[in-house]
């Protein structure tokens, strides 16, 4: 699941993303970031072993700042 930042792009049909893409994982990160916790840090235990909800080894969840700082209008 890809969706596209405030000030991003689509490709000519609406698609996909083609500018300023987000996904889930940087939305999860983002919203835990708001809440004050750090995704990389947040774990639990799944069958003996430590999962995290964005898992950012492996998808490279990051915090989108831009989603925090631009002014969204309503529509």
Avoid at 35 to 47: D, E
Avoid at 51 to 59: A, H, I, N, P
Wanted: glycine letters at 6%; charged letters at 20%.
């Amino acid at each position: 699941m890809w969706c596209t930042a405030p000030d991003g792009a689509t490709d000519e049909l609406g698609y996909r993303s083609v500018e300023n893409v987000v996904t889930v994982h940087d939305l999860h990160a983002t919203v835990l970031h708001q809440m004050g916790l750090s995704h990389k840090k947040l774990t639990y235990r799944h069958q003996g072993h430590d999962e995290s909800l964005t898992d950012s080894r492996v998808t490279a969840a990051r915090v989108v700042g831009d989603l925090l700082t631009n002014d969204v209008q309503p529509v």
